[in-house]
């Protein structure tokens, strides 16, 4: 099982700041199939990214992915009030499925 | 547009049995792989159980394998989660996901989630 570790727990950041969250996997996610979801409060997550870069449709381009192997990045680059959520990884690429346990972006 | 409707949630005692049904509907059912996604109260995500489209093949976390089946009708539009022997750590929200596209594909869309509670 690939366990998937997300850093930091809490970013507490101001709108329009920069967030820069960490996933890492403990073996290699084969052909970057590493996906991000947003959740919110009472909500079901949300897709953001997957294959690791790739925008799913409809998210706004200030959200982009990056990373292969075993390290991976999600970047927002200008917080918007409605970003402050909680995130998590996935790697897809293998049974199981797994998520990481998420990084809560709060307002500063 | 795709909707995905969960239903069956509830409260039961440990050892009982529950079944979760998730209607789907805006999207061609059988061509793709769903699952099932459960989240406890204040806690993250974990992947339980998948189907794909022709129902043929199955997949379970170690967490809930011998316990829970994944089923689905495609004549329904509908996959199921038969819970069994239930324990108080399977206490969740139940969500059903279903695949981005037919092949190794992450969730595009989730249904608004189920809880079932079993008492401690």
């Known amino acids: 099982e690939i366990v998937l570790t997300q850093s930091p727990g809490t970013l507490s950041l101001s709108p329009g700041e920069r967030a820069t969250l960490s996933c890492r996997a403990s073996q290699s996610v084969s052909s970057s199939y590493l996906a991000w979801y947003q959740q919110k409060p009472g909500q079901a997550p949300r897709l953001l990214i997957y294959?690791?870069?790739s925008r799913a449709t409809g998210i706004p381009d200030r959200f982009s992915g990056s990373g292969s192997g075993t390290d991976f990045t999600l970047t927002i680059s200008r917080l918007e009030p409605e970003d402050f959520a909680l995130y998590y990884c996935q790697q897809y690429g293998s049974s199981p499925r797994t998520f990481g346990q998420g990084t809560k972006v709060e307002i500063k | 547009e795709v909707q995905l409707l969960e239903s069956g949630g509830g409260l039961v005692q440990p050892g009982e049995s529950l079944r979760l049904s998730c209607a789907a509907s805006?999207?061609?059912?059988?061509?793709?792989?769903m699952s099932w996604v459960r989240q406890a109260p204040g806690k993250g995500l974990e992947w339980v159980s998948a189907i794909s489209g022709s129902g043929g093949s199955t997949y379970y976390a170690d967490s809930v394998k011998g316990r829970f089946t994944i089923s689905r009708d495609n004549s329904k539009n509908t996959v199921y989660l038969q819970m069994n022997s239930l324990r108080a750590e399977d206490t969740a929200v139940y969500y059903c996901a279903k695949d981005l596209r037919p092949a190794t594909a992450p969730f595009d869309y989730w249904g608004q989630g189920t809880l079932v509670t079993v008492p401690s």
């Open positions: 805006g999207f061609t059912f059988s061509s793709y792989a």
């Open positions: 294959g690791a870069s």
